[in-house]
């Protein structure tokens, strides 16, 4: 299969929380769908797709299949639950927050995919993600009074991204200062059926290589950046046990279904 | 303060630095235990600092 991740992007996802993909779509597509999200006078919900139903050539693109069947396997489903969040012109920002309740898995069985069909700028209300937040299980109200937090991200994309985030990633939205509407598709994602091997483009020895201690989390190799990346500079004991947890998943996505129990 | 998505501008690197200019910690962070140590969730040290000043 065309376009799977590499040992490194996949170490990166369970790191980070998040994988961006700019796919080669057809050119006018994106165009196309952001003008008719642009009159729709109501949200359809989970109708999006067949309201715009050009929405599924983008979850169609060899580089979108590639990045999913990498991380979820290649049975993965495409939920039926999907929503268009259009953040509207003068709006002000999103607080913090994980989706759902806060009954946590930690097997990577389902993400989100974020579509934008327009460049977002820093104007425009842009999805602000913390990367490596994802395995904080934190209620809502804890994160209140929480503002900014050094080494979040705003998802600044170019029309056509599609963003993968952890579902557990702590996310929320700054304002929408411009005359612009901001629309993004949220589509979720499931696994069907665990991993007995990588499903994505792996090198067995990719773990067994020594680690560079100078470099650190600066080498391009799996095994330092599941080590030595600390994304939200936490400190010691807080980092050995997220190492614990990557390492965890890593085992699991490579088949080690008993590295977290159902 | 709100999220913002363009570039930050963080007043202080430490809770010291802004101690030193005259800030002072209303709160300090909670102390989580008990709890399961392979568990992780909020983010820990949050203090919360005041600054009293005449305003003209």
């Known amino acids: ?262 | 303060m709100e999220i913002v998505a363009g570039e930050l501008e963080w007043p202080y690197e430490t809770v010291h630095d802004a101690i030193v200019d005259g800030w002072q910690i209303v709160q300090f962070p909670h102390l989580q235990a008990p709890f399961d140590d392979k568990d992780l969730d909020v983010v820990g040290y949050e203090f919360i600092l005041q600054k009293m000043e005449v305003v003209d």
Not at chain 1, 177 to 190: A, E, P, W
Not at chain 1, 199 to 211: A, G, I, K, L
Not at chain 1, 234 to 251: A, G, L, M, P, T
């Open chain 1, 1 to 262: 299969m065309e376009h799977l991740l590499n040992d490194a992007d996949v170490v990166k996802f369970i790191v980070t929380g998040y994988h961006i993909t700019e796919p080669d779509l057809p050119a006018g597509l994106n165009e196309t769908i952001a003008a008719k999200l642009d009159t729709l006078e109501s949200n359809p919900g989970d109708a999006i797709t067949e309201t715009v139903p050009e929405l599924w050539q983008v979850l169609e693109n060899a580089r979108v299949k590639g990045a999913l069947t990498s991380l979820l396997g290649t049975g993965y489903e495409v939920q039926s639950h999907r929503h268009w969040h259009c953040k509207q012109t003068h709006s002000g920002h999103m607080n913090w927050h994980q989706d759902s309740t806060n009954n946590r898995d930690l097997r990577l069985n389902r993400f989100l995919g974020l579509y934008y069909p327009t460049d977002i700028t820093p104007d425009m209300g842009p999805t602000v993600i913390v990367p490596g937040t994802q395995y904080r299980n934190a209620p809502t109200d804890r994160m209140a009074t929480y503002t900014n937090i050094k080494g979040q991200v705003p998802l600044t994309v170019k029309a056509g991204t599609v963003a993968f985030t952890h579902y557990d990633l702590w996310h929320g939205t700054a304002a929408n200062s411009s005359d612009k509407k901001r629309h993004m598709i949220k589509f979720l994602f499931r696994r069907t059926q665990e991993n007995d091997s990588p499903n994505w483009d792996h090198d067995p020895e990719c773990m067994n290589r020594p680690r560079d201690w100078n470099l650190k989390d600066q080498a391009e190799d799996p095994a330092n950046i599941l080590a030595f990346s600390n994304p939200l500079q936490v400190s010691q004991s807080d980092h050995y046990k997220e190492r614990k947890i990557r390492r965890r998943v890593w085992d699991y996505l490579n088949g080690n279904t008993e590295a977290i129990p159902a």
